[in-house]
């Protein structure tokens, strides 16, 4: 009888070392279960993170062909109210209309390049007229602009060494 419960008793050992070597396996897969689950939240929260910017880029250049359409006709406006005569009403009323234009424009992220009294940058600036061996602009011939720090059209310019004052009064 004593050697029947022995091996009863090894029987138990061997079905606890048995279930106990299950449980480790059943933990280790559990936790590879879990790190996968992790991985996958991560890569699911990446890529919506990734959806919602790229959302917000297209959002941002959607109105980039409108902006593009309208920026020639306000172009175009600013030179009609350098050439218009002084009827001080009209005058008035393009300026409140220019003044709506360059909210709009404000509002929608778009800004005029810097021109004259800058120095030349290519990645903002087109030479159409070069005046002498200067690389300073002289003379914005037709404006640019960005959108969110983007350029949209460069600006048209005349370059050449800025005249000071001195040689200005003389001419």
Known sequence: MIFQKKEEINKLKEEVEYLKKEIEELRKQNKEYLNGWQRAKADYLNRERE???????WFEFANLNLILEILPIYEHFNQALEHQNKNEDFIKGLEQIKKQFEDLFKKLGVEKIKTVG????????????????????????SPGYTINNKVIKVAKVAIGKRKNLDEEMTE
């Open 51 to 57: 959806i919602e910017r790229e959302r917000n880029e």
């Open 118 to 141: 800058e120095k030349f940058n290519p990645e903002f600036h087109e030479v159409v007229e070069k005046r002498d061996d200067g690389d300073e602009i002289i003379e914005e011939i």
